[in-house]
């Protein structure tokens, strides 16, 4: 079935260090892919998307780029800030007619130091 | 504003009683809702589509009679967690939309509900 596999963590980092999380995925047919964050006791928020291949997502300084090739969808910042510290979670979805469920990866913690 | 809300956002309860979330998706009509649990330090997991009007769809290995779903609006899911026990405790959380639903492909996730079982 699908699959969403991310580097494990934690990443640990200093602050204006640059960031790649990876992410490589298995699916049958075109999914959408995704990039989530969440804060320490919070919920999910949606951090960026891309619909389809070579469509590059992104969102408050993170992209992401949609290889269908490589079958990845890493996540790269240029400068983290102590802000940006957060669990984040590469996902896939599976779309019909009804809804989307997503299939999530194992999620990386990233902390950021000052 | 919020366009899925999820109630309540944390519940402790006894072992052996049962506790009902609810997931409400305010601004269109969901004919499916996912629901999701996340173990502590661990990613979110697929339980179930909750279809309105219908039975809900289980994923593997999660056991439909202790977490009873229902779907009897197009705006409102809850999922209740029979008879808890400890090991329930986790995080639950709901999603709304994608697809070709009102959302316009845009998929909502509820704030959660923290669950502890002691």
């Known amino acids: 079935g699908d699959s969403v596999t991310q580097m494990e963590g934690p990443v640990t980092l200093s602050e204006e260090a640059f960031l790649t999380i990876n992410c490589t995925y298995t699916a049958t047919g075109y999914p959408s892919l995704f990039w989530y964050v969440q804060y320490p006791g919070e919920g999910l928020q949606l951090l960026l998307k891309a619909t389809k291949a070579d469509d590059k997502g992104s969102n408050k300084g993170f992209e992401a780029t949609y290889r269908k090739e490589t079958t990845s969808f890493h996540l790269e910042k240029g400068s983290v800030q102590v802000s940006d510290s957060a669990v984040y979670f590469c996902?896939?979805?599976?779309?019909?007619?009804?809804?989307?469920?997503?299939?999530f990866g194992k999620g990386t913690t990233l902390s950021v130091s000052s | 504003g919020a366009v899925v809300s999820q109630h309540p956002s944390w519940v402790i309860c006894k072992s052996g009683t049962s506790v009902k979330i609810e997931c409400r998706s305010l601004?269109?009509?969901?004919?499916?809702m996912f629901w999701y649990r996340q173990f502590p330090k661990q990613s979110l997991m697929l339980m179930a589509t909750?279809?309105?009007?219908?039975?809900?769809?289980?994923e593997q290995g999660v056991e439909k009679d202790k977490f009873l779903i229902n779907h009897a609006s197009l705006t409102l899911s809850t999922l209740t967690v029979t008879s808890a026990h400890p090991e329930d405790s986790s995080f639950y959380i709901c999603?709304?939309?994608?697809?070709?639903?009102?959302?316009?492909?845009?998929?909502?996730f509820g704030e959660g509900s923290w669950l502890t079982v002691v």
């Open positions: 999603s709304v939309g994608g697809g070709s639903t009102g959302s316009g492909n845009t998929i909502y």
């Open positions: 996902a896939l979805s599976s779309a019909n007619q009804a809804g989307t469920a997503l299939i």
């Open positions: 601004d269109f009509q969901a004919t499916t």
């Open positions: 909750s279809n309105e009007g219908s039975k809900a769809t289980y």
